[in-house]
């Protein structure tokens, strides 16, 4: 008995259990090869966002194909600034979010949320110019439409393809009934 509590031996054969031991929990754990990104149904936030949103509420209809809705968050703000932001998981698999508020300034607010009030080019996405916003440091680039009562920002780590496209997916989204 001596053999297997003392000396070298012994601690072998204690490493080998342990190693048994983490090969079976590696055997019987069960293990996912696919990809999981977790889908959020936006609906009750855009109804919400559109019911109570002093501007034209805008959502991509329809969503880009291969595109997955990861997030939506409803803010409401003193003084009756809504604003609305949701996200995605590209086809590409990299981020994309739609940012809209009436929040005032309407520049400041895209500002904060693009990460910069520096404007590096234009696009003419559905007869509107777009203006591009790049900050490196975070790999961020932003689609950004400012109106006199609101701003609608498209901003992630997407290319400028997926953001135009997003962009270009975008609708205005009818109030519901009250």
Not at 17 to 25: D, E, Q, W, Y
Request: glycine share 6%; net charge positive; proline share 7%.
């Amino acid at each position: 008995m001596r053999k297997f509590t003392e000396g070298l031996y012994a601690y072998g054969f204690a490493l080998l259990v342990c190693l048994a031991a983490g090969v079976v929990f590696l055997i019987i754990t069960p293990q996912s090869r696919t990809e999981h990104i977790p889908r959020v149904d936006y609906s009750i936030d855009q109804a919400n966002v559109a019911r109570a949103a002093p501007y034209g509420l805008v959502a991509p209809s329809p969503v880009p194909a291969g595109w997955i809705p990861t997030s939506s968050r409803v803010v409401t703000r003193p003084a009756s600034a809504v604003s609305w932001q949701l996200g995605f998981a590209t086809g590409a698999r990299q981020h994309a979010m739609v940012a809209q508020s009436n929040e005032q300034p309407s520049a400041a607010y895209a500002n904060r949320v693009a990460n910069t009030a520096t404007v590096s080019g234009s696009r003419q996405i559905n007869g509107r110019a777009w203006q591009e916003r790049v900050r490196e440091d975070p790999d961020q680039r932003s689609l950004v439409l400012v109106d006199s009562d609101h701003a609608i920002v498209i901003t992630g780590t997407a290319d400028w393809n997926e953001l135009t496209a997003l962009a270009a997916a975008l609708h205005p989204v009818p109030a519901p009934a009250k």
